[in-house]
């Protein structure tokens, strides 16, 4: 039980950074350059999500495994939750961390800008969309045959 409640909080955290981002975007989508700096300055520290991500990660696939034996279906939901986190990270470093990189975390201005924060703000969009299906995984896991 310890586990799966665990598994749960931790992935439950991860679907907060995306669910901020998502809801931010049509407000940032739109912001002139100056406004669109000011305002990424306020991720100083998210960096720290990565802790519950990577976390979120080996609880999910630990549940698995604990409940492949017992039930197969709740251990291939956790599975999923763990597979479809990791997903998170390829969007992430393919569209997300390029914009960190070339704006040094959004404090200099590179003529790219726009094109940098569109694929900044829809790749956090689509892994918000990606961690709540995870978090459905998670919890379809942590139900268990009940749900049968």
Request: aromatic share 12%.
């Amino acid at each position: 039980m310890i586990l799966k409640l665990l598994t749960l909080a931790l992935t439950t955290l991860t679907v907060i950074p995306g669910g901020a981002h998502l809801f931010e975007l049509p407000a940032k989508i739109g912001m002139t350059e100056a406004e669109y700096f000011t305002a990424q300055s306020i991720y100083a520290g998210w960096a720290l999500f990565g802790v519950a991500i990577f976390a979120a990660i080996a609880a999910n696939g630990f549940l698995s495994w604990t409940l492949r034996r017992k039930d197969r279906v709740a251990a291939r939901s956790a599975l999923a939750s763990a597979l479809l986190i990791c997903l998170t990270l390829v969007v992430f470093f393919i569209w997300v961390f390029p914009g960190n990189q070339a704006t040094s975390n959004w404090t200099s201005i590179p003529g790219n800008w726009e094109d940098l924060r569109r694929n900044w703000e829809y790749g956090h969009a689509v892994n918000a969309v990606i961690t709540f299906i995870a978090l459905l995984a998670t919890g379809r896991a942590i139900i268990g045959k009940a749900a049968t």
